[in-house]
Each structure stands twice: as C-alpha cells, then as structure tokens.
C-alpha cells in the first residue's frame, strides 16, 4: 500500500512539474530568444539484491524527472547564424551603397547635370559670344560645375567617415557579446546539465552567438556541457574564463582591418562588419574616381581656353585649379576678358565652336555618365544578393523555428494531456487510501 502511495505522490510531482514547463513555454511564447523546454520522465523502478542467497528485490517508486530538455539542434542554430551573418553583410553594405549614391546624385543637381549646363552655355555663348550676360553665366555654370564636384567629394568623404566610426560601434557591440559570452561560460560549468538554470544559460548563449555572428563571420565550437568556443582567424575571441577585444583600423582603400588584442587579423567577410568594410572600400573608390574626373574636367578646360583667344587677342590662360585633392578645385578667374573664346584665326566664336568635341566618349560628361551606371549596376548587385540572402535566412530560421519555438496549440494539448495525468495520479492516491481505510475498517 504504501507502495501504491509512493507511486502516486511521484505522479503528482512530476505531472506538476511538467505542466510548470509547458506554463514557462507559454509565458515566452513570444520571446525570440527562448527556446522550447520538456520535462523528460523516467522509470524510478530499483531493483537490487541485498543478500546473494535470495531473489532480487524490487521497489515500485513509480516516475523520477530526469532533466529538462531544450528543443534544439545545433545544426539548425549554426545555419541561422551563417544565413543571418550573410543577410546583415548583404543589407548593410546596400544600405551605405544607397547612401553613396545619394551623395552622388547631389539633391539633383549632380556633377553631370551641372556639366551638361555647361556645355549647354557654350553653346549658347557660341551663338552671340560677345554678349556679357552670357559669358558671366558661361563662367557661373563653370563654378557650379566646380561647386558640385566639391561636395560631392565632401559628401563621400563623409560617408566613408561614417563607415568606420560605425565599425567602431559595431566593434564596441561585438566585444560587449564577448565579454558575455564569457560569463555564461562559467557559469554554465557551474551549472549541473539538465536543469532550469543550465537550459536558460544555453538560451542566453545562443543569444550572444548571434550577436557575434552577426558581427563577424568566426567559428564556434560547442563542447558537451554546452560551453561555446570562439575563434576568428586562429585566434580566440571567448571561451572559458577567456575574452578578447576587437578593434577596427580603416586601410588606405577604404576597407577594414580587424584587430584582436592588437594582433592583426583577416579582413572578414561576413557580417555587419564585412558589409561596413566593402562600404567603405567602395566610398573610397568612388572618391578616386571622381577625383580621376575633376582632373580631367581641368585639364580639358584648360586645354580648351590655351587653344583660343581672348578678346585682346592673347592666348587663354587657366581657368581652373587643382593643387590637391577635389577640395583644392577652383576657379581661377572671374573676369569674362579672361575667356578665350576666339579661335586662332580671328573667328570670334571659334574657340567656342571646338567645344562640343570635349563631350566624345571620353570626355568628362560621358566618363561621368558612365560613372554613375557602374555605380547603380553594383547597387542593383547587392540588392539582388541582399534579397537572395533574406530569402535564405527566412528559409533557415523557419527550420530552426519548426523545432525549437513555441507553438500554443501544441502546448495546449500537452496542458489537457499532463493535466489528465496529473488526475490520475491523484486518483490512484485516493483509491489507495480508501483500499487503506477499508482494510483497517475491517478491524
């Protein structure tokens, strides 16, 4: 009888503490970083021999709980981390990619639009080149042009700025995760395996992984207690009682290098730092190149005003400057006297006349055109690659998800069914204490 007792207490107790699992999986049905629990059952059946002579004896102790499980599968986990630190590089470099070409198009009144006034004026200047008003609004267009070429170079300069003090937030982030992970690593090695507070430590580190991963592209290894291993080029980024800092250093192109404790590491290629550092390898490209193109612009308006005449029959000096970068691009001159608008021969708009020839194919206007055309191919580029990616990680997260997230129906059902059970172990300690009282009434 008091077998039969024993039996129905450990019922209770476990049936209570599963349905406390499926009331904590309720609870957090919409927590991202909660996965699923089950509280697993054993056979509490002991069977032994306590003298060798005799038969074994066995006690009926009924239900033990042996752990808690979290409804996980590493690889699932590892493929969310890898689709997410590809989906984060894809949307933040075409994030900054958008913004470069935003900064090129100026509000509108972009390098080429200004160029194509200008050589619209020309033009017009072509046909009457001695009227004042249009030669003063020949040369405000030159300014214009000169204008718009300066900030543009700001705008990207800052842009690229941009890109690495954000890689510098992002690494201040990254080293946060580390300096986490560490803490739940020892504290998972303090924790027995199979408890509440060991599956809520695994949840907690799969959280940090993420963050990491999402960050850089580095390798994790689990060992059999659940503690997580970092690395990052042969180096070790967390682990046991182990935290190292990352830090960014921007290179001459533009792109980032990675530190880790001051050691230089690979450049990484995925994560949000991967898609910071092709951002900022392509802001400092562009920059290039549009330097490439002011060059140029000065020098085929300068070559352009040395073959004319100026009205007192003198050859054209300068009219533009570039000492340095594009910052150092000016006009040199503001009087209209200056403009060496004839031609060598007397004609009073010759020089005027040779100038559709700076606009051929690789005149500035068109380099520019074109310019612009690379940039937004590469832009489509990654935004196609971007939404490949989200596809991917959205695939992957719904498999992850299929087994270790939180469905109300399913924990509904398993409510009604450990509630039925928990009734019937009730019902067996009150059938044994009526057989009890009935077996006593009896005397």
């Given amino acids: 009888m008091s077998d039969l007792l024993g039996i129905g207490r450990s019922g209770l107790r476990a049936y209570a503490r599963s349905m406390e699992t499926v009331s904590h999986n309720i609870a957090n049905a919409e927590n991202p970083d909660y996965v699923r629990r089950t509280t697993l059952l054993a056979d509490a059946t002991v069977s032994g021999k306590l003298n060798p002579l005799y038969s074994a004896q066995t006690g009926l102790n009924g239900v033990r709980i042996d752990s808690v499980s979290r409804s996980s599968d590493e690889f699932l986990e590892a493929q969310v981390r890898q689709s997410g630190a590809s989906r984060i590089r894809t949307e933040t470099q075409a994030s900054w990619m958008e913004r470069i070409e935003t900064n090129l198009d100026n509000a509108g009144s972009n390098v080429g639009t200004r160029l194509n006034s200008f050589f619209g004026r020309g033009e017009e200047l072509a046909a009457a080149p001695f009227d004042s008003a249009l030669r003063l609004t020949f040369l405000s267009e ?98 046991v009682n182990i935290a190292s800092t990352v830090t960014v250093a921007t290179n001459a192109d533009g792109s980032l290098g990675i530190l880790i404790d001051g050691n230089a590491a690979r450049s990484p290629s995925n994560g949000s730092l991967a898609g910071l550092s092709r951002a900022g390898a392509t802001a400092q490209t562009r920059l290039t190149e549009l330097e490439a193109l002011a060059r140029q612009y000065v020098d085929d308006v300068n070559a352009w005003q040395a073959n004319g005449r100026t009205d007192a029959g003198t050859a054209g000096g300068p009219l533009l400057a570039m000492t340095g970068g594009v910052s150092t691009l000016a006009v040199t001159t503001t009087a209209i006297a200056d403009l060496a608008l004839a031609s060598a021969d007397g004609a009073p708009n010759g020089n005027l006349l040779n100038m559709p020839a700076l606009r051929t194919a690789d005149g500035v206007e068109t380099r520019w055109n074109n310019f612009m055309a690379g940039h937004a191919t590469a832009l489509a580029s990654i935004r196609s690659e971007a939404a490949a990616a989200t596809a991917l990680d959205s695939s992957a997260r719904r498999q992850r998800d299929s087994v270790s997230r939180v469905e109300l129906d399913r924990e509904a059902a398993d409510l009604i069914r450990l509630q039925q059970a928990y009734e019937a172990s009730a019902r067996v300690i009150q059938i044994a204490r009526e057989t009890l009282q009935s077996i006593l009434s009896i005397f």
């Fill in 142 to 239: 030159m300014e214009s042009v000169v204008d718009s070429f300066r900030r543009t170079s700001r705008s990207l300069e800052l842009t690229r700025d941009q890109v690495s003090q954000t890689a510098d937030l992002e690494a201040l982030t990254l080293n946060s995760a580390l300096e986490n992970l560490n803490e739940i690593n020892l504290n998972i090695t303090r924790t027995p395996v199979g408890t509440d507070a060991h599956a809520g430590l695994l949840d907690a580190r799969d959280s940090m992984l993420a963050v990491i991963s999402e960050k850089l592209d580095a390798t994790v290894a689990l060992s059999g207690n659940g503690t997580a291993t970092v690395t990052y080029d042969g180096q070790t980024l967390a682990g």
